[in-house]
Structures are given as structure tokens and as C-alpha cells.
């Protein structure tokens, strides 16, 4: 007998989406939905004035989520008659007899499919937007807790002025509060697609009320108002335009980005062993070397991130394929591309939750390093220093700059003697001993310790990371206060 071993199953499934995420995409909550809208449609036809049974309407209610036996009575009509939505009429029906003569009465099958893809596209963001919401919180806490921790920034992969831990974490916060932003309007700007026919006219509707147009407007109001959207497309036709999907998708694929440029940053600061991602008791880095502490959620982010952010393509392309009122190229690439945005985009938001718990920061590394090039960074204020001394500044910047032979054991440019003591001969940078023992700088040498003060390098980034936080990241997280309040770390499915 095979089981569940022996079939494929997506690892975004397996390994790292939440239950949550997967029960949404689920078949029980998807075929649940249709039952559910064609519930929604029988009660507002009875309200309207058609003549449907309080006890079909009874029946439907009993029977809205599917059981298991019931999916081997719509697989096997599906069998029979190559139609998944009539397949479940019959099987809703064999449950519900008193209404299997209304089900889905003037309705075409996008009627079910698409409003209710309408409604996971929604409840997914849901979902999604407070988990970020909790990651963005986070990682604010952090960036305030080393908000005055100097470290090297980096241009070009190259030592560059200092920052401080917290402000390199707010450039993260930044980017991912402008992907809140973008699901939230997604989400926001998502409409119903309503009771509209088989093109998108209302034609059957309008018979069924012998022409009364405003009960087929009241119809589609209903049933927009019962799945808990604003309003509904007034032009449609028989899909909901798939360039919603597309509008979805990129949201959901920049976030994507986001993940990939945060994760590079996270395995790159694990590499310098300045701030490494939580390492579990009993984690394994490598089965070859046991000293080693891979990032491998960070990896996982930046694996996930990656695909996330490719997956907007099969939206693009389904929406520019299609034809006139509808064209079923768009079914099957839609029931795999739009389920994995989601399942992925949720895989990301635990491994983001869970590194930004847990961040470890190792302060003697990263002041290491800082002495490391600070001499070469401090010589425009050791220069500035000259200049309030009475000396010149166009002479200061030649002492450092200029070959000095006679004052030095070595020939050639101060700054470029320390660097070949550091690059080619491996040994510490020696500029500021060799600033020390040329007299031309002798005025401020008392000075020069304060001069070499990290804290007088990063500039206002304490500063700027208390406003950001306590402003632009307190307001965006206003509405999610109680869900942050609830959330825990995340765990990890792997």
C-alpha cells in the first residue's frame, strides 16, 4: 500500500509554509468556499423573491463544508463528466436534495472559482500583512538596542564611513514597510467579482427576474455584502480581470526581493562574524565541520525570496495570453502559481520572524574591525583638527598624503605606508603611530584619541533611527498592535 512517502509533495507544503497558510489553499477550504457561495446566492435569490425552500436553504447551510466522503463523490463524477464545478453541484447536491434543483441557479462556473479565489486572495493577505507587521516590530526593537553601536559600512563591497548595527537594520524596516504598504493596497483595492454571467452581462440573472434590473443590481450587491467586500466590479467578463492576479503577484514579488537583499546582508555579516542568526543547542552546521555555525535560515530566506520573486511572471503572462471574455489557458497555471505566492511569501515571514528574534551580536568583532580602518577615515578630522591649531590645511593634507622619507622609516605616503603594512605584510594599520611620530603633527596629538572616537563617525544615525522608529515605524504599525501583542517566535518546520 503507498503512502504519503511515496507521492511528491511540494516542500513549500512539507517543510516550510504554516498551517495556517496551507489549510486556506487547502481543497476542503476551496470547495468549502464554492458550497459557501452558493449558499450565499440561493439566500439572496429566496430574498429577492425566487421560489427556493426555507428547507433547501436549511440543507445548504448543514452541509456548507465538504466531508471526505463527499470528495469521492465529486472526483468521480468529475471523471464521468470532465467539469470540476459540476461535479460539485452533483456531490453538494446528493447532500443537500431539497436544493439540488437551485444550486447554482443563473450562475456560470466563475461564479464559484473566481469570487472564491477572490476571497483566498484576500483572507491570504490577512494572513500575510500581521505576520510582517510582527517581523517589522521586531526588527525596530533591534535597531534601537544598537542604535549607537558603531560598525564599518560597506560601498562597493568596500570599507566606507561608519554606521551603527541599528541604522543598517532600519535600512531593512524601510523596505519592508513599503512592501506593507504594497500588500496592504493589494489587499485594500481587491473587489468581488460578483453575479455576473457567463460574460460578464448579467443575461441569465436578468431572465430569471423577467427583466428587472434592479434586482439583478440588488442580487449582485447581496452577495457582494455577505463575502464581506466593499463593492464589486461593474464590468467584468466571465473572469475577473487577471491582471488583479498580476497587481497581487508583484506585491507579493517584491516582498519577495525584500527577503533575498535582507538574507545577502544577514550571510554576510555572519561571514565578517559580526551579528550571526540564532544557532540552535542541538543545530548541526555542517556534517563534515563540526565548528561551523552556517546561516541556513538566512540561506532558506534568500532560496525562498528568489523564487517569490519570480513568480509574478506566470501572472504577467496569463493576463497578456488571454482572449475576449476568457480564454481556460489561465486555469491550470493558476492553481499552482497563485497557492505557491502565498505558501512562499508565508515561508518567508516565519524565517524572517524567527532570525529577527534571536540576532546575535558580537560587539568586540565589529569594534575590531572599526579599528581597524578607522585610522584611514580619521584624517580628514585629524586634517580639520590642524586647522583649528593654526596650521594649514592644504599643509596637513600633504604631510599625510606626501612621500615623507626624512620622517619616516619607511618611504612614501603616510596613509599608503599603513596600507601596505596592512595588505602586503598582513600586520596591524600603523597610520595613526606614524601620525604620531611625525612632528608636524605634534600640536594636536593630545587630541588625537578623542579624534579616533567611533561614536563621532556615524554622523546622526542614533538620531535617525529613533525618529524613524518612533515615528514612520510607530504609525504603520498601529492597526497590528494586538496581533504583535499575541505573536510568539516563530518555529521552524525544518
Known amino acids: ?131 510582517l507587521a510582527a517581523v517589522i516590530d521586531k526588527l525596530s526593537a533591534f535597531a534601537k538596542e544598537y542604535k549607537d553601536l558603531p560598525c564599518l559600512g560597506f560601498t562597493h563591497g568596500q570599507p566606507a564611513q561608519l554606521v551603527t548595527v541599528g541604522k543598517r537594520a532600519c535600512l531593512w524596516i524601510q523596505d519592508l514597510l513599503m512592501d506593507l504598504r504594497n500588500l496592504e493596497r493589494a489587499r485594500d483595492d481587491l473587489r468581488f467579482r460578483g453575479v455576473k454571467g457567463t460574460t460578464g452581462t448579467q443575461a441569465s440573472f436578468l431572465q ?29 467578463s466571465q473572469t475577473y480581470s487577471r491582471k488583479i492576479d498580476v497587481d497581487v503577484a508583484n506585491a507579493l514579488g517584491s516582498f519577495g526581493s525584500t527577503c533575498e537583499r535582507i538574507g545577502i546582508d544577514i550571510r554576510h555579516l555572519a561571514m565578517l562574524k559580526e551579528v550571526e542568526e540564532p544557532f540552535e543547542k542541538d543545530q548541526i552546521g555542517s556534517s563534515a565541520m563540526a565548528y561551523k555555525r552556517n546561516p541556513m535560515r538566512s540561506e532558506r530566506l534568500c532560496s525562498l525570496g528568489r523564487h517569490l520573486q519570480n513568480l509574478p511572471k506566470d501572472a504577467l503572462d496569463t493576463y497578456s495570453a488571454q482572449w475576449f471574455e476568457r480564454s481556460l489557458d489561465d486555469s491550470a497555471i493558476r492553481r499552482i502559481s497563485i497557492p505557491e505566492l502565498y505558501l512562499c511569501a508565508d515561508a518567508c515571514l516565519i524565517l524572517l520572524n524567527n532570525v529577527s ?15 581597524e580602518e578607522l585610522p584611514f577615515m580619521a584624517t580628514e578630522n585629524i ?73 563621532t563617525f556615524v554622523g546622526r544615525a542614533p538620531q535617525q533611527v529613533a525618529k524613524f522608529t518612533s515615528t514612520e515605524v510607530k504609525a504603520a504599525l498601529v492597526p497590528y498592535q494586538e496581533y504583535i501583542l499575541k505573536a510568539e517566535t516563530a518555529t521552524l518546520s525544518v
Not at 446566492?41 to 430574498?47: I, M
Not at 447554482?104 to 464559484?112: E, I, K, M, N, V
Not at 430569471?208 to 452577495?223: A, C, P, Q, S, Y
Not at 606614524?434 to 572616537?453: G, Q, V
Request: hydrophobic letters at 40%; a negative charge; proline letters at 4%.
Open 357 to 371: 528574534s534571536g540576532f546575535v551580536v558580537y560587539p568586540e568583532v565589529i569594534r575590531k574591525r572599526v579599528n
Open 208 to 236: 430569471i427576474f423577467d427583466g428587472d434590473h434592479d434586482k439583478v443590481e440588488r442580487l449582485d450587491e447581496l452577495v457582494t455584502e455577505k463575502a464581506g467586500f466593499q463593492s464589486a466590479f461593474i464590468i467584468s
Open 1 to 131: 500500500m503507498s503512502t504519503s512517502n511515496d507521492v511528491y509533495q511540494t516542500p513549500l507544503n512539507s517543510r516550510y509554509a504554516s498551517t495556517e497558510m496551507k489549510y486556506l489553499f487547502s481543497p476542503r477550504k476551496r470547495f468549502s468556499t464554492w458550497r459557501q457561495l452558493w449558499l450565499w446566492l440561493a439566500e439572496s435569490e429566496k430574498e429577492l423573491g425566487l421560489a427556493i425552500t426555507d428547507e433547501a436553504i436549511e440543507q445548504m447551510k448543514a452541509h456548507v463544508t465538504i466531508q471526505d466522503d463527499e470528495f469521492k463523490v465529486a472526483a468521480e463524477e468529475e471523471k464521468r463528466r470532465r467539469h470540476d464545478v459540476m461535479a460539485h453541484v452533483h456531490a453538494y447536491g446528493q447532500v443537500a436534495p431539497a436544493a439540488a434543483g437551485i444550486i447554482h441557479w443563473g450562475a456560470t462556473s466563475c461564479y464559484c472559482t473566481d469570487n472564491a479565489d477572490l476571497i483566498l486572495l484576500r483572507d491570504g493577505l490577512d494572513i500575510l500583512i500581521p505576520k
Open 383 to 455: 586634517i580639520m583638527a590642524c586647522v583649528k591649531k593654526g596650521l594649514s590645511r592644504q599643509d596637513a593634507h600633504e604631510e599625510i598624503r606626501l612621500p615623507l622619507a626624512n620622517q619616516c622609516m619607511l618611504p612614501g605616503v603616510l596613509s599608503h605606508q599603513a596600507s601596505d603594512n596592512v595588505k602586503k605584510q598582513g600586520k596591524e594599520n600603523d597610520l595613526i603611530e606614524r601620525i604620531r611620530r611625525t612632528t608636524f603633527f605634534a600640536p594636536i596629538l593630545d587630541e588625537l584619541d578623542a579624534l579616533l572616537d567611533p561614536s
